[in-house]
């Protein structure tokens, strides 16, 4: 009898391609995937600590877990992801509904679960299993860890520290990819300039660009999350020279003051930050940038506030993710500073800088109405196929094309969140 397994998945991309790689990892088993949890023999939630409501998620679902447990007491449940870290005793004794616990990219337990041979197992990055692309654009995780920790993030704990993985072994799966119809794909990192330093040769990210931009089926590579104090002068120019390299950016700034910035333990200061930015668009004037910010964080005054909402209006980013500071159990910030601004305010300052977003996202998306924008269409949504600029801006494509088409669309609309055209041309795949 088949097998059927129930992956569950909230949080960021590098779950998101965990995910995806564990997958792979069950139907070279030959288990196969249903999306009714009732159904399935084998749940594994995939989990993220970032934020209170994730966690919770993740709680409901365990609470459905346990029904069916009760029912069907055979069913086998792996925990996975931010939210299993080092006191995995105390989660054991919380959900007994659980089999195994199992970290950030930590297969194997699950894969001893599901009974797999002892050749299905074998080493953190399982390097011969690929993800099983679904479409012309994929992710694909570089370097694992972060070693920053910032006051308020809990993923250097749950992560682990830095980790590159080598680079013939990305080139290896990035070819595998193309020949499965991938034509994009986006390098993962939570810090992912700091690709590299660790391994022999001290490659760094834009020699890695440089290889893969050597794969002939491949059309482009986007990556992120970046980090300003890695963001070196030399991968920005692997950035502005290699044409299959999107000039798109996701640099979070996180506040506006250096007090807070101090605070944050962020490692760079307004200045420094304002710098980068500057350095990039000498290199890149149309690059798209998109940014992160936290608000109300602990001790955060009117005036520093103040400062995000300036350095926004003078930087104007093409996509800002803002949050209200939540203390998260684990990290620096919950240990030693009070949560001292209240809901009411962090939600009123939560809306000023959505505010603000919105604008100034609004005045930059209809900058691109009447001009041609390459796109790469990456799935339809009801009847509509869509895909990314090279910068990065969502666009709804008015006509059926082929998904993986690379396009000419001439933008007729533009919204706060998105742009809509036609196709001009079919452009020639790199
Ligand atoms: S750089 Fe800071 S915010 Fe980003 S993952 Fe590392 S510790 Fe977290």
Known sequence: ?????????????????????????????????????????????????????????????????????????????????????????????????????????????????????????????????????????????????????????????RRGREKSRPMDEIVREVAYLTVNGVREVTLLGQTVEAYGHDLGGQPDLGDLMRELSALARLARIRFLTSYPKDMTHRILEAVAELPKVMECFSLPFQAGSDRVLESMRRGYTKAEYLEKIAELRALMPNAGITTDVIVGYPGETEADFEETCELLERLRFDKVHVAAYSPRPGTIAFRTLDDDVLAAEKA???????????????????????????????????????????????????????????????????????????????????
């Open 1 to 157: 009898m088949t097998t059927r397994y129930y992956l569950w998945t909230v949080g960021c991309q590098m779950n998101q391609a965990d995910s995806e790689k564990l997958a792979a990892g069950f139907e070279r088993l030959g288990l196969k995937a249903t999306d009714r949890i009732e159904r399935a023999d084998v749940v594994v939630l995939n989990t993220c600590s970032v934020r209170q409501h994730a966690e919770d998620r993740a709680y409901s679902k365990l609470g459905r877990v346990r029904e069916l447990k009760r029912e069907k007491p055979g069913l086998k449940v792996a925990l996975m992801g931010c939210m299993v870290g080092l006191k995995t005793d105390d989660l054991r004794k919380r959900f007994p509904q659980v089999d195994v616990f199992a970290r950030p990219q930590q297969f194997d337990p699950i894969m001893e679960l599901v009974e797999a041979p002892a050749e299905d197992l074998g080493g953190e990055f399982w390097p011969a299993t690929y993800a099983v692309p679904e479409g012309p654009a994929a992710y694909v995780p570089i370097v694992h860890g972060c070693n920053k920790f910032c006051t308020y993030c809990i993923v250097p704990y």
């Open 348 to 430: 009123r300052r939560l809306r000023r800088v959505e505010e603000i977003e919105a604008r100034i996202s609004q005045e930059i998306n209809t900058t691109y109405v009447g001009s041609v924008q390459e796109i790469l269409v990456e799935g339809v949504r009801g009847e509509q196929p869509f895909g990314r600029t090279r910068t990065g801006k969502l666009v709804h494509v008015d006509t059926p094309v082929r998904a993986g088409s690379l396009v000419g669309v001439r933008i007729d609309h533009a919204g706060p969140f998105s742009l809509r055209g036609m196709p001009r041309d079919a452009l020639v795949l790199a």
